[in-house]
DNA sequence: CAATTCGGGATCTGC
DNA sequence: TCCCGAATTG
């Protein structure tokens, strides 16, 4: 260490680390970034704006600024707001703060909205909303809307609900004459205040309002805004390109004269549009904040060159964009493959074979992802791996808490802090059947005093049919059993666990979901005891329960145990899940026009899919697969597809091509570079790939081998023959052992236990 | 009021 | 294909 560093400062430091045993120096960890990364992490005084291309070590830049923010520049942790989008990333970024400096983990960390619902917890009152607010999600909101304008069938309503979370996205509320840029029709207004003021009679909130109510409130209460800045002196915010207008105003808000800013983001990554993502955020982020620094970050650590070369090639052919080209700093690597198949069940299969092959190989089941568009598509994979014992995580598909028999035990749990939530009332009241039809909660949700619905049963279970009065009070009772028994003033309270096990047994939920159906009840009632083991570290009381409402409602990754469980797994992700995620080996399914990119899209949702598909190339770091379908199962039916246009934008020089590529891709080839053909195929396997040569030429078909497990074989065929139906591009042979064993074997991976035996 | 059946319509991405 | 809602029936 250089002893003119040691500044005051540092030796308190050094002292605070040699104390706790835990940090590292911030010589140490500033040595390892490169120039553009050090002045993005040491930046002061001025906005800043850090223009990260993927892979370019955008984490590491923002956590070691936070440390060096506390450990350099004596900034107080807890003035620190960091705000992500995802919690997986907040979760990433609070735990890599913590191992640079231990003092982080007193910032906040968080993502856009769990920092809203601690800012509407914070000033409930002043918003007018329940401080024991639950927050509905995107089906809620439809429910929520059918009941406000009973006169919309469902279509309409999950069509008038999804403007209406866009309109919270801008941030315009029901009376703005903006509203009009979002959905021009005349009603439109009317149902979104129909909708509010419904929304307001429950007390809850439902995702927009998580940013839109905090912005009006600094907007309109210059405490609040005041209070707000003396709390932050610094918000840095990562993801900025994905950052809706709503959030733009909440970042203006809690800016103050004081606040040190920092954005980072790449807008060639920007694929929230059409969930109100606004690129134009980054694009004029140093016109709404002078004096702003930029800073790129272009230098690429994640990626092999070829595949960086595809990504460049890639995006070039969209015209928004700032314009940045990634360096790859790993200069080696193989070209990305090109992989075309006959049908999909031939890529599900494909996928396994390679997966498998390499896994024999010793390469883990967790260097794998497949990505593809819509979560449907998990499906054929799901299936296939099951059927070839290959392990798997399937991340955010059908949520786990939005599985219905999950929804059912958390509306249980809402409507016992908040019995105004008239969606969580109807879906529990008669559920199991209790003889309480929609005539009879009309009565009691259109005449509760207060909108308290609990109260209203009370009140007209007299005037009630003979079986709606026994299912209501029988309800009425199960509720304030629940409401008493997390209202027991202890110093112990006791697991929430227990009490979420209670609701399943005496709600008659578990037994009403294992009958429904015989298999299915099976897997709804250990879904349901997970709900019961995630419960068991909040406390049974009503700020127990809140916490634990909030953090479902939130963290919308909560997955099944037996998943988390199997670490060594392959990842099945969608691709706009893969945001800030990487792997070594990347395969992309679904290569067709109107899977990939999706069918009817405006040249601009176009530029969308393609950054969508920029994003995909450059999750993978050494291995990327580019997999396309002759022939697709949609809608029931078997369709022709044609390939993804996406493919047809590639250069054939920098891929390589497998399989029998369609007519569009050969003419596209032609003047360049005829494509490998099952004729053409060893040469062009050995131009490619000349280490296969050596491969090849050592294990020749007809050779005499040992094998350490199996013993003495005959090598009878490899995967270059041409008559072998084998797409990989690993060098794989067949064996005849004589044992019997006929084997499949990649030399490549079997150098200690496969040997040659001389004629 | 609940269970069953039939037909039409959708099917993207997600905090 | 599958899921949902309207219509029909018990």
């Not at 070369?309 to 080209?325: H, P, W, Y």
């Not at 879906?427 to 909660?441: D, E, H, L, M, Y």
């Not at 209203?456 to 008493?484: N, P, Y």
């Not at 709900?531 to 049974?540: D, E, G, Q, R």
Request: proline share 4%.
């Amino acid at each position: 260490m250089d002893e003119s560093d040691r500044t005051p400062k540092n030796l308190a430091a050094t002292a605070f680390f040699q104390m706790t045993g835990v940090g590292v120096s911030s010589e140490e960890y500033l040595s390892v970034l490169n120039p553009e990364q050090k002045e993005a992490v040491k930046h002061s005084g001025s906005p800043l704006l850090i223009l990260a291309g993927a892979g370019s070590g955008k984490t590491r830049v923002i956590t070691t600024k936070i440390a060096y923010m506390i450990d350099e520049l004596g900034i107080l942790p807890w003035h620190i707001l960091a705000v992500t989008f995802t919690k997986k990333a907040a979760a990433e970024m609070a735990e890599r703060a913590k191992h640079l400096s231990p003092n982080a983990v007193k910032s906040h960390i968080r993502t856009f909205h769990s920092f809203g619902s601690w800012f509407l917890r914070l000033y409930s009152s002043n918003a007018g909303i329940d401080p024991n607010f639950t927050v509905y999600d995107d089906d809620d909101m439809v429910t929520l809307l059918l009941k406000a304008v009973p006169s919309l069938n469902r279509q309409q309503a999950s069509f008038i609900a999804h403007k209406i979370s866009l309109a919270k996205d801008y941030c315009l509320t029901p009376d703005s004459s903006e509203l009009s840029t979002i959905e021009s029709s005349p009603e439109f207004p009317v149902y979104y205040a129909a909708y509010e003021k419904k929304l307001r009679q429950t007390g809850n909130v439902d995702f927009g309002d998580l940013i839109m109510l905090p912005v009006l409130m600094m907007e309109a209460d210059e405490s609040v805004r005041t209070d707000m800045h003396s709390r932050f002196q610094v918000v840095l915010v990562d993801e900025y390109q994905d950052s809706n207008v709503a959030q733009f105003k909440l970042l203006q808000q809690l800016v103050g004269e004081k606040t040190y800013v920092c954005v980072v983001g790449d807008d060639d990554q920007s694929i929230y549009k059409f969930r109100g993502a606004e690129v134009q955020n980054i694009l004029t982020f140093h016109e709404c904040f002078p004096n702003t620094k930029i800073i790129k970050l272009e230098r690429n650590y994640r990626s092999v060159s070829p595949v960086l070369t595809v990504a460049n090639d890639m995006i070039s052919n969209n015209t928004q964009r700032l314009g940045k080209e990634l360096v790859a700093v790993r200069e080696k690597g193989k070209k990305p493959t090109v992989i075309f198949l006959p049908a999909q069940k031939d890529e599900t299969k494909l996928c396994a074979d390679m997966i498998e092959k390499a896994h024999k190989g010793g390469c883990p089941y967790s260097d794998w992802a497949i990505l593809y568009r819509t979560n449907a598509q998990s499906l054929g994979f799901e299936t296939e791996f099951l059927h070839a014992k290959i392990p798997y995580t399937v991340v955010g598909s059908l949520k786990f808490y939005q599985r219905e028999e999950i929804k059912d035990l958390l509306s249980i749990l809402a409507f016992v802090v908040n019995q105004k939530d008239e969606i969580a009332f109807r879906r529990i009241i008669n559920k199991p059947a209790r003889g309480v039809g929609g005539v009879t909660q009309d009565k009691v949700v259109l005449n509760a005093p207060n909108h308290d619905l609990l109260e209203g049963c009370r009140l007209f279970s007299s005037s009630m049919s003979k079986k709606a009065k026994t299912g209501v009070l029988e309800f009425v009772a199960f509720i304030d059993g629940l409401i008493s028994d997390i209202d027991v003033e202890s110093s112990e309270p006791g697991k929430l666990s227990e009490l979420v096990d209670i609701i399943i047994k005496k709600s008659g939920l578990g037994e009403y979901h294992s009958n429904q159906d015989e298999i299915a009840g099976t897997q709804r009632l250990a879904n349901m005891q997970e709900l019961v083991n995630s419960a068991v570290l909040y406390n049974k009381n009503r700020s127990g329960l809140l916490e634990f409402l909030d953090h479902i409602e939130l963290d919308r990754t909560l997955e099944l145990q037996n998943q988390e469980d199997n670490q060594d797994a392959v990842t099945l992700i969608t691709l706009h899940n893969t945001k800030g995620l990487e792997f070594p080996r990347v395969i992309i399914t679904g290569l067709e026009d109107g899977i990939f990119p999706r069918k009817d899209k405006t040249e601009e949702e176009l530029e969308e899919e393609r950054r969508l598909f920029y994003v995909g190339i450059t999750r993978a770091k050494d291995e990327l697969y580019l997999t396309s379908c002759g022939l697709r199962q949609l809608y029931g039916r078997t369709e022709y597809m044609k390939v993804s246009p996406f493919l047809l934008e590639l250069d054939p020089k920098h891929i390589d091509v497998v399989g029998k590529p369609p007519l569009e891709f050969k003419t596209l080839c032609s003047d360049t570079q005829e494509p490998n053909t099952q004729q053409g195929r060893l040469a062009s396997f050995m131009e490619n790939h000349p280490e296969l040569a050596e491969l090849a030429d050592k294990w020749k078909k007809g050779r005499k081998v040992y094998h350490d497990d199996w013993g003495y074989g005959l090598i009878v065929q490899t995967n270059l023959d041409d008559n072998c139906s084998d797409y990989d591009d690993e060098y794989v042979i067949n064996i005849q052992f004589e044992s019997g064993s006929l084997k499949k074997i990649m030399p490549k991976y079997q150098s200690h236990s496969l040997m040659l035996i001389k004629d």
